[in-house]
């Protein structure tokens, strides 16, 4: 970086430190009707050096996907997925049942149309890995079609808060933080529904400042985020707070510039006991020059640290840099701690080199002094295919049925990762899909391989 490149860089901190968000930034108290004030501070940076030690290794890399999924929808395609869970965070179990939650399109699209059509649809299992179709999750939500986000369920008011992603179409994909509210759950001796009237408001859009805008990262010439709302709720405070992706206004210019690479975790914060108002907050983990997508964060507590996971793509890097298609993560003591990489460079779970794309969007979710991690079947046969190795961007080129054939569009075999301090290790591959309620152990069935 040139002295020019670092004056404006340290122009543009002190403008959103001083200029945008006034006290936030410098690590004073910003209250709350929700409860205490939440400490901000500077965000930690994710290094060029970090991700050059990325290297993988047995105990980071998935095993390769060597037979079929069973898929969990005859329909359509499953992709990103994520449970209904309390407050606490710890998944929830209704009256026997556990509920995940998962972007679908229908199977007669190809797999690259899916975005554009996303719609949330749930699923029901009394065992946590065999689950049922039960229906759309919304009425009338916001947004052409719907990303990831998160749900919570509150016990106290048997209602469910939906944290999502109100998307415009393509090719804009202007991206809003979303809430629907109101929905309760019916339970029956086979089945689930999702009842009752539902709200939906507007929780949060890109300010420009802390956020890159949409307006802001056509001038880069490559994608943008402000997307996937994670509800938790403070481990010590109770504040109720949602981190999610977004990217930091840094003036890139093109592609080849590595300032256009610059994902953070955004945070934002309830003002009011309904969860309907939201405060920005500085984000708390920033991979400027290092990579453009963050995405789906959300943490695992445990041991009074912080762990918090991303997922990132091996073409959102910044040039000069490399890292697959996974799973990384950063530990700190604290919401606005300093996050150190998880293994030295962050990588916890990669694809195998020899299916780089079979799976995607892992979510890590408490389980015991462990994490448990699902994804979902990506494109699992991109190296073993009768055309013989093609790449990614070659897919779109195939006829309609092969891309179908190779996208999996479903539930992968979950993985049981090791936390020890800042490393981590993967130690078992479980059933597809398998979501465990947090504390408990594989059943009998629960097929865990040991590595």
Do not use: C
Request: charge should be negative; avoid cysteine.
């Amino acid at each position: 970086m040139g002295d020019q490149d670092q004056r404006e860089l340290g122009r543009r901190t002190v403008l959103r430190t001083t200029g945008a968000i006034g006290a936030a930034s410098l690590g004073l108290s910003i209250g709350t009707s929700t409860g205490a004030a939440v400490e901000t501070g500077e965000a930690s940076a994710w290094t060029r050096e970090h991700a050059n030690s990325i290297e993988l290794t047995d105990g980071l890399t998935a095993p390769v996907i060597d037979e079929n999924s069973d898929g969990i929808s005859d329909d359509y395609w499953i992709w990103d997925t994520w449970p209904l869970r309390y407050r606490d965070g710890s998944i929830a179990k209704i009256n026997g049942w556990q509920v995940v939650f998962s972007l679908t399109a229908s199977k007669e699209l190809v797999p690259g149309a899916r975005h554009n059509e996303a719609t949330i649809r749930y699923f029901y299992s009394r065992n946590g890995h065999d689950w049922t179709e039960g229906g759309t999750a919304f009425e009338n939500p916001l947004g052409h079609h719907q990303w990831a986000g998160s749900a919570m369920y509150d016990q106290e008011e048997d209602q469910i808060y939906h944290f999502y992603t109100a998307t415009s179409p393509e090719p804009e994909f202007r991206q809003r933080l979303a809430l629907g509210k109101g929905a309760s759950l019916e339970t029956g001796p086979r089945s689930v529904n999702l009842v009752g009237d539902q709200e939906h408001v507007i929780m949060a859009e890109a300010d420009g400042e802390l956020y890159q805008t949409l307006e802001q990262s056509r001038d880069e010439g490559i994608v943008y985020a402000f997307r996937d709302p994670w509800y938790f709720e403070h481990p010590e405070t109770g504040e109720d707070l949602v981190v999610f992706e977004g990217n930091t206004p840094t003036g890139g210019e093109n592609p080849d510039d590595p300032q256009s690479y610059n994902g953070n975790v955004g945070v934002a914060q309830a003002t009011n006991d309904e969860l309907t108002e939201w405060e920005l907050l500085p984000p708390n983990l920033e991979a400027i020059e290092v990579n453009q997508q963050l995405e789906r964060p959300h943490y695992v507590f445990q041991d009074g640290k912080w762990y918090l996971f991303v997922l990132s793509h091996e073409f959102t890097f910044a040039p000069g840099l490399w890292g697959p298609d996974a799973l990384y993560g950063f530990v700190a003591d604290s919401l606005y701690g300093d996050y150190e990489p998880l293994n030295g460079s962050g990588l916890v779970i990669s694809n195998p080199e020899a299916a780089p794309f079979q799976g995607y969007s892992w979510l890590a979710m408490p389980q015991g002094n462990d994490v448990l991690v699902e994804s979902f079947e990506n494109f699992r046969g991109l190296d073993d295919t009768s055309r013989g190795k093609i790449s990614l961007d070659e897919v779109g080129a195939l006829p309609d049925e092969e891309q179908k054939e190779l996208f999996g569009g479903t539930l992968a075999p979950s993985l049981k990762v090791q936390l020890d301090g800042t490393e981590t290790r993967v130690v078992a591959e479980l059933n597809d899909g398998h979501f465990i309620p947090s504390g408990g152990s594989p059943n009998r069935n629960g097929n865990e391989r040991g590595r």
